[in-house]
């Protein structure tokens, strides 16, 4: 890891050598223009993968960042974001990058505040280590542990139902589905697939699963004959799950699976969009999505599916805007008389939406700041888009905690904030 800087001296007011790092300190014994204290501020990483632009890293890197050789991983953008971090302010702030193994909440206490830019619990569980499982889970749970995002929010994106529900009362097209929430049952399933008629489905695991883990899909035809067995032995090797999505398997005209475009918001505001393809792996399956109709098409939805987001989210019990989010927005050409499906279950012409006007398009995920960033594809640096609004997140984490008196060393936290904020801005909606 990344070693954290040594905290800032005493101010020579100070009578007494602070028995912690985070003590308290009565605000009488803060100089009024004094540098005191740095604030803390805990960044998670752990990813292999999602790089930069090539050559965009920091150029001294941290080798024990580094967790693959791969092209696809060595520099990537959670631990490029938080060692740029580093190099801000740093007469301020004292940032600590915290790979995923070293996460407990000793460790995260020791900080003014954390920020997880990517290692939460469902990244935990790929260890199969069931003591540190429960210790990130703690530290996600405990608000001693000063983590954004906060676990009612984190939980309203990772229990897929709650935002779902949510973004259809609001009138958001998304694919038709039937959510179970205690458990999957292959008949039950199977009744529900001949109700709605629909031809092929798919079925994943809707809470703590990404990367299309615990997922099965085909034809309803063969689930009801030769591959009954197999969705057996699906609810089998899923029966710790409790939260399950029954939809139709979403095809474009020829066949392919639907086209996808990822749209980033940073900060509160919609920021960039990638285009992902299905098909197609690496590169190949990614592009930086073009100006155009299908792009303002996917941008609006993608907005109408944020403005739910930013109703849910909140901080320490406090509204707060996200440092990050991606929003997919799924798209199918649209076809007369049967636009979900291929015409006929023949595969027809009919696979290109881009720069088309009747496109169907629906919200297929909302995703925390714990996703792929898409840097590479990006017409911006994630890494410094993101690592400029880490400084200003943070301060809002900040004022939320001093405002609770939550926060170790409040003084000096909050005179940290302030000559930060006088040196930004100021932003107005930061008092502190």
């Known amino acids: ?5 040594k905290a800032a001296a005493p101010s020579r007011v100070q009578k007494k050598k602070a028995a912690s790092t985070l003590c308290s300190t009565p605000t009488k014994d803060i100089k009024k223009d004094t540098v005191t204290k740095k604030i803390r501020v805990g960044i998670l990483v752990g990813k292999d993968f999602d790089p930069v632009k090539k050559g965009t890293q920091w150029p001294k890197f941290p080798k024990e960042l580094i967790l693959t050789d791969s092209d696809w991983g060595k520099y990537s953008i959670d631990a490029a974001t938080a060692v740029k971090l580093q190099q801000l302010h740093p007469d301020l702030l004292e940032v600590d990058i915290i790979p995923g193994k070293q996460v407990t909440e000793k460790r995260l206490k020791q900080n003014h505040v954390n920020i997880n830019f990517w290692y939460d619990v469902g990244v935990s569980m790929l260890s199969g280590n069931k003591k540190h499982i429960a210790e990130v889970k703690k530290c996600h749970k405990n608000p001693d542990c000063r983590l954004d995002p906060s676990w009612d929010y984190y939980d309203w994106v990772l229990c897929k139902p709650r935002y779902m529900k949510q973004c259809i009362k609001a009138g958001i097209p998304m694919i038709p589905t039937v959510m179970y929430e205690d458990g999957f049952d292959p008949k039950q399933c199977m009744k529900d697939v ?27 035809e063969d689930f009801l004959g030769h591959k009954a067995k197999e969705l057996e032995k699906y609810a089998k090797e899923n029966k710790n799950s409790k939260v399950f999505l029954l939809q139709p398997y979403m095809l474009k005209p020829n066949g392919e699976v639907f086209d996808e475009v990822r749209n980033f918001f940073i900060d509160g505001q919609w920021r960039y969009s990638v285009f992902t393809h299905g098909t197609e792996g690496g590169n190949a399956g990614y592009y930086m999505e073009p100006d155009g109709p299908r792009k303002e098409a996917c941008k609006a939805m993608a907005e109408r599916a944020y403005e739910q987001v930013l109703k849910a989210s909140s901080w320490q019990g406090k509204r707060q805007t996200p440092l990050l989010n ?18 006929n279950g023949v595969r027809v012409k009919g696979g290109d939406t881009l720069h088309k006007t009747d496109n169907q398009y629906f919200l297929n995920e909302v995703e925390l700041i ?19 609004a880490s400084v200003k997140h943070t301060m809002e984490l900040l004022q939320t905690l001093l405002e609770k008196q939550k926060v170790p060393d409040a003084a000096h936290v909050r005179k940290a904030v302030q000559i930060l904020n006088d040196r930004l801005g100021p932003f107005k909606h930061i008092k502190v």
Do not use: C
């Not at 991606?326 to 050409?333: A, E, K, L, S, V």
């Open 1 to 5: 890891m990344v070693k954290a800087m």
């Open 326 to 343: 991606r929003i997919d927005i799924g798209i199918i050409p649209r076809v007369k008389g049967n636009p979900w499906a291929e015409v």
């Open 370 to 388: 714990m996703t792929t960033w898409l840097d590479r594809y990006s017409p911006i640096s994630v890494s410094d888009a993101m690592a400029q």
């Open 194 to 220: 001949q109700k709605q008629g629909w031809d092929k489905f798919f079925v994943k695991v809707g809470h703590f699963t990404f990367f299309g883990s615990g997922a099965i899909n085909g034809k309803t």
